[in-house]
């Protein structure tokens, strides 16, 4: 047996301020997105905004449904539109905001195992990193370079041969 250590590096931003530019305005995209979020029973509401590499700027927000798995992260939501109106345009970066109306969310939500796994389908079909931004209602912003990062040994299409 050998054990193998996995890691990444997780940048942390103390505000959105500290952030360069770039990622600032799109980040306040997520979150101006999120205001927008259909979430009528579990109250928490996301935004995401996907950079492409033409410069474009694709958002979502989740948009929830009484049968909970009919409804739809915002992440994917923006993910998906990205390929749809922009098929074989690279993703960048995706910046995510994530808010409770019953409670001040103070640290990053990251995005759940289906939006992981969609995500990385999008960076291995691409063949190229998407950094991401998550920041909670207030407090620190965390970004990491990659998906592979926060989803290592993840699942793809060399499995199905």
């Known amino acids: 047996m050998k054990k193998v250590n996995?890691?990444?590096?997780?940048?942390v931003?103390?505000?959105?301020?500290?952030?360069?530019?770039?990622?600032?305005?799109?980040?306040?995209?997520?979150?101006?997105?999120?205001?927008n979020a259909y979430a009528p029973y579990s109250k928490f509401k996301v935004g995401a905004a996907v950079?492409?590499?033409?410069?474009?700027?694709?958002?979502?927000?989740n948009q929830e449904n009484a049968s909970y798995p009919s409804g739809l992260c915002a992440e994917r939501?923006?993910?998906f539109q990205a390929g749809a109106i922009y098929p074989g345009v690279k993703i960048k970066t995706i910046?995510?905001?994530?808010?409770?109306?019953?409670?001040?969310?103070d640290r990053p939500a990251g995005p759940c195992g289906n939006c992981r796994?969609?995500?990385?389908?999008?960076?291995?079909?691409?063949?190229?990193?998407?950094a991401i931004i998550m920041m909670g209602s207030v407090g620190e912003i965390y970004k990491t370079n990659s998906i592979a990062d926060i989803l290592p040994l993840g699942f793809e299409a060399s499995y199905l041969k």
């Open 6 to 11: 996995i890691s990444f590096d997780l940048f």
């Open 13 to 35: 931003f103390e505000s959105l301020t500290a952030l360069p530019v770039g990622n600032q305005k799109l980040l306040k995209m997520a979150i101006k997105s999120r205001e």
């Open 51 to 61: 950079l492409l590499e033409n410069g474009e700027v694709v958002l979502g927000n």
């Open 77 to 79: 939501v923006a993910i």
């Open 95 to 105: 910046a995510i905001s994530a808010t409770s109306e019953k409670y001040e969310l």
């Open 117 to 130: 796994q969609s995500i990385a389908e999008y960076e291995q079909k691409q063949q190229s990193p998407i």
